[in-house]
């Protein structure tokens, strides 16, 4: 049976509301490991919008934002995306490299790496959680980043959650490092087969 | 120019003269603009998938290049466009990420492309523009004075088609 994501119930969303917060508790943890910092992170808004107004997301259709992708594979096939604004992007680099935080100059080559590797650590601990509950094996890609309008990255996830309805179902959370607070917001986009597995691994449907 | 009215995603609108028509951050997905220069009525549509035929739901038309541009050009001509007067534009169709997917995921900017032709020439409408494929994002704005497409990027310029 495929659903789309309107249908899916309340305790189904309670589910993937838990699993975002368990991931991104996890991956908030790793980067807190990572930038030898304390950071705090709020709730996991998971929020279900309109095609029509995702491209409101992350401070409208053409601000800058940064992108990074993972293919997902194994058990659970699809993607995962963590899409933060620019100027979020920049903190986490500064944090990272211990420059001054209101640094906001291009990107170095440096910088995409270290992003990328945020990125990495934050999908995979959100990933490797997901495994963990779910029991089913989970892989990912190398990171693939791309810098643009908000619009055009937040069009590879819609467009896949629009071959099954149409909305978009995605998880927002901030974190704080000090009076820094950085949003960032994570898709993960099963594909059509695995929203299925996902559910059934988690106990939630027969 | 002023008074643009703003299309969002799996959306479309059409209006007449002196407004205009926008759309923000096209990605993958393709803007397709009708125009009418006599009647200086102007449609947009934003799609996001080639086929309303290849997916199970597909109440909303507005998603897809087949459905979307039909419906477009049928509210164009209700609201006083010739047909042998429209000529179409299409941007957008990118590719945002580089790695090519075994299952063609991440090749749809390009099938919506070619969708969206394939329909446009089934239904005789000329394509008078085209600034499709690459790897970055579009915003556009249909000028209904004249036709003219504003695609505007960014770090790779911006041109009128």
Redesign the interface.
């Given at each position: 049976m495929?659903r789309?994501i309107e249908e899916l119930n309340a305790i189904e969303l309670d589910v993937l509301r838990e699993i975002g917060n368990i991931g991104a508790g996890n991956a908030v943890t790793a980067l807190a490991k990572m930038l030898n910092k304390k950071v705090d992170m709020s709730v996991p808004q998971v929020r279900i919008l309109e095609?029509?107004?995702?491209?409101e997301l992350l401070g409208?259709?053409?601000n800058?934002v940064v992108?990074i992708?993972f293919?997902v594979t194994g058990d659970l096939e699809g993607?995962i995306m963590f899409i933060l604004e620019q100027k979020y992007a920049h903190m986490l680099v500064n944090m990272l490299m211990s420059k001054d935080l209101s640094d906001m100059s291009d990107f170095s080559e440096m910088d995409i790496s270290a992003l990328k590797e945020i990125g990495n650590i934050l999908a995979g601990s959100y990933l490797s959680s997901l495994s963990a509950l779910t029991n089913l094996k989970i892989l990912t890609?190398i990171p693939?980043l791309?810098i643009?309008?908000?619009?055009?990255?937040?069009?590879?996830p819609?467009?896949?959650f629009?071959?099954?309805?149409?909305t978009v179902l995605f998880i927002e959370t901030e974190f704080k490092e000090d009076d820094c607070t950085i949003v960032g917001n994570f898709f993960l986009v099963p594909?059509v087969e695995s929203y299925d597995v996902l559910l059934k691994a988690l106990g939630v449907v027969d | 120019m002023e008074n643009l009215v703003k299309v969002?995603?799996?959306?479309l609108n059409i209006v007449h003269y002196p407004k205009g028509l926008t759309?923000?951050?096209?990605?993958?997905?393709i803007g397709i603009t009708l125009f009418d220069a006599a009647a200086r009525i102007g449609g947009l549509a934003h799609i996001?998938?080639p086929s309303s035929t290849q997916?199970?739901?597909n109440?909303?038309r507005a998603?897809f290049a087949d459905t979307a541009i039909v419906d477009l050009l049928e509210m164009m001509i209700k609201a006083g466009a010739k047909k042998r007067n429209v000529v179409a534009k299409l941007a957008g169709g990118?590719q945002?990420?580089?790695?090519a997917?075994t299952?063609g995921?991440m090749k749809?900017g390009a099938r919506n492309a070619v969708a969206s032709r394939e329909i446009l020439t089934r239904l005789g409408i000329p394509i008078a523009a085209e600034d499709t494929g690459g790897?970055?994002?579009?915003?556009i704005e249909l000028d209904t004075a004249n036709g003219k497409l504003l695609i505007?990027t960014?770090g790779h310029g911006n041109q009128y088609i």
């Open positions: 495929k789309s095609f029509k107004s995702v491209t409208g259709a053409d800058l992108g992708l293919d993607y890609s693939d791309a643009d309008m908000a619009g055009a990255i937040l069009s590879v819609a467009i896949e629009g071959k099954i309805g149409n594909e | 969002g995603m799996a959306d759309t923000l951050g096209l990605g993958s997905c996001m998938l997916v199970r739901n109440t909303n998603k990118a945002m990420f580089s790695f997917r299952n995921i749809i790897s970055y994002g579009r915003t505007k960014i």
